[in-house]
């Protein structure tokens, strides 16, 4: 039952993470963006 429940959990979390990073790449890149029209 335990080994079940980790499953999702693991998952989302590792989800979490990876949408944290694209959240980061995709700020940074629209600052580069904004930086270098201005």
Sequence with gaps: MDKIQEG???LKSKV???NA???VVI???DLSV???VR
């Design 27 to 29: 700020r940074t890149f």
């Design 34 to 36: 904004t930086t270098i």
């Design 8 to 10: 999702p959990e693991k």
């Design 16 to 18: 979490a993470d990876i």
């Design 21 to 23: 990073d694209l959240d």
